[in-house]
């Protein structure tokens, strides 16, 4: 079917509708916001930033997209796009919004899985990072990609039938007011595993793992969850280098462990990460 844009974005200043007119999205007040030449809109206000460039830098986005685009996670995207698509209906258009898509890698995968499984899905993507959603744009024109906060989502509310945090920062007061009733939140993080040999190399000793009781968010209810496990074989430096640059590892390890990452010139590596549901209210 198709993939087309998001269209219910709110004012980031005042939260009424954006309407898109020509090369900007405008609101009744009077509020402008300029479509790039890349694709992207910036719904993020100075006023509204915590620093003058936030959320990964250029080189940590372009390390994601070489890393994703060879295929290392396509598991982890291949069961987030039966987890989504799951149940929506074929002759609808659900709306999808990726609240911290980086540079859109797992929008990109769930795309091409609702093209293939004849779905239309109106696809949001949202980053706090400008290099992240630059990149995203210019791999795929058709979503509506933005600069923005989950702290105060640019989208209306009750307007999204699946929003998506995948390794990010989850505001679940936000969530739960711009997911329809009845929408799903999907949410992905690592697991106790995860990526221990690496951090084996990069630390003296790996703290033990805390057990952490499953919040359930207010104003919704537990689907359940499902583990994505399985062994990654890494060679070459450059590779490593990219991974280890997509994590927090980068700036939690010391000079000397990631000097010891550096030195690897291949590595076996268990990926290990919890995908969690979760319905909102009706």
């Given amino acids: 079917m198709a993939i087309v844009p998001f269209a219910s974005l709110a004012c980031p200043l005042d939260g009424a509708p954006l309407k898109r007119i020509g090369a900007a999205w405008r609101c009744a007040a009077g509020h402008s916001f300029d479509v790039a030449s890349q694709g992207y809109t910036n719904l993020l206000p100075v006023q509204k930033k915590r620093s003058l460039d936030p959320g990964d830098s250029k080189e940590m986005v372009a390390a994601r997209r070489r890393f994703l685009n060879a295929g290392f996670y396509q598991p982890i995207a291949t069961v987030l796009s039966c987890a989504v698509l799951a149940d ?7 709306t999808c919004l990726d609240a911290g898509c980086g540079e859109g890698y797992y929008l990109r995968q769930l795309a091409a899985a609702a093209e293939d499984g004849g779905k239309t899905l109106a696809i949001l993507g949202l980053d706090i990072s400008k290099w ?4 995203a744009a210019k791999q795929d024109k058709r979503p509506n990609w933005v600069v923005g906060s989950n702290a105060n989502l640019p ?3 009750a307007t999204v039938d699946r929003l998506l945090c995948l390794f990010g920062f989850p505001v679940y007061p936000e969530f739960a007011r711009v ?6 939140l999907v949410q992905v993080d690592t697991g106790p595993d995860h990526l221990r040999e690496l951090r084996e190399v990069i630390y003296p000793i790996l703290k033990p793992e805390r057990s952490v009781l499953v919040q359930i968010p207010e104003g919704f209810s537990d689907l359940g969850s499902e583990t994505v496990r399985f062994e990654l074989d890494i060679a070459g430096t450059e590779q490593i280098a990219d991974l280890l640059a997509m994590t927090p590892h980068l700036y939690r390890a010391t000079a000397e462990g990631r000097a010891r990452a550096a030195a690897l010139t291949e590595i076996s ?3 290990d990460v919890r995908l969690r549901c979760f319905k909102r209210a009706t």
């Fill in 88 to 94: 929506l209906p074929l002759n609808v258009t659900a």
């Fill in 132 to 135: 992240a959603v630059q990149s």
């Fill in 155 to 157: 989208a209306l509310s």
């Fill in 179 to 184: 997911l329809k009733p009845g929408g799903l």
């Fill in 269 to 271: 590596l268990t990926v």
